[in-house]
């Protein structure tokens, strides 16, 4: 049996009864642009448990997307550029945004006011205007052994501590995302060749694009011109020279 329920599809077999393809806050503001407390998420589930007459705090999680918008002082595609890498993910590039993939979880980013426009829905009044940037972390598999607890109910989503440890890991899958400078600067007079020629290597490196070497990397390792511990010790000495303080001030967007 297939159905609808406040914007939330409905699976019901003889095992099990699923809600999917919706969010909280679209299923009580019409919208995810609003962001949920603990009280609208519990208030949430207990509508949802009157209206459906079943227990569902304790009904089992089989994904999670913890996500936040921000108004930009710029287009958001100026931004995304500058997220570079980020161990354990593959950085895929959209039409509209960003994505970090592994096997458990995803990090996208994407212009907000776009995605509402594709989708042909309104924005709220106070956002028409605003440059939107979005960053979500999704959950996607196997979240009792992602967060190390025997099951992954309904009823955390409510809860402060567990709610705390989300927004950590949320804060910091950002952080290990390597950000890249667009800022080309001036060469510093020195006297050692060394130095002369690592601030040669960081221009270069601006200059073509962080990401595009990464992809060239990846081609030659792909064709075995090179093997992937190569590819790996290349990556890691370019994304040292373009941490370099040298080689990274000045630009207003990081």
């Not at 567990?162 to 020195?190: C, D, H």
Request: with cysteine; aromatic share 12%.
């Amino acid at each position: 049996i297939i159905g609808n329920y406040g914007g939330y599809k409905i699976k019901i077999n003889r095992y099990k009864i699923s809600l999917s393809e919706c969010s909280l806050a679209r299923f009580k503001f019409g919208n995810n642009l609003k962001s949920l407390t603990c009280s609208d998420t519990e208030q949430i589930f207990e509508q949802m448990q009157d209206e459906l007459h079943l227990p569902v705090h304790e009904a089992k999680l089989t994904r999670i997307d913890l996500a936040q918008h921000f108004s930009m002082n710029h287009s958001p595609e100026l931004y995304l550029p500058l997220l570079g890498e980020s161990r354990y993910y593959e950085r895929l590039e959209q039409p509209n945004g960003i994505n970090y993939i592994n096997s458990k979880r995803v990090l996208v980013f994407y212009n907000k006011t776009v995605e509402q426009q594709e989708k042909f829905k309104l924005l709220p009044v106070n956002y028409e205007i605003k440059n939107l940037l979005r960053y979500e972390l999704r959950f996607k598999k196997r979240l009792p052994q992602q967060f190390s607890l025997p099951e992954v109910t309904c009823s955390l989503l409510y809860d402060r501590t567990f709610l705390s440890m989300l927004a950590r890991q949320w804060k910091e899958e950002y952080s290990k995302i390597n950000k890249v400078s667009l800022n080309a600067g001036s060469l510093i007079p020195t006297g050692s060749s060394k130095y002369f020629i690592e601030q040669l290597a960081g221009r270069t490196i601006q200059d073509i694009g962080q990401n595009k070497l990464f992809y060239l990397l990846k081609e030659w390792q792909g064709t075995e011109l090179i093997s992937k511990k190569q590819a790996f010790d290349i990556k890691k000495s370019l994304q040292k020279i373009s941490k370099s303080p040298d080689h990274n001030s000045g630009n207003e967007l990081i």
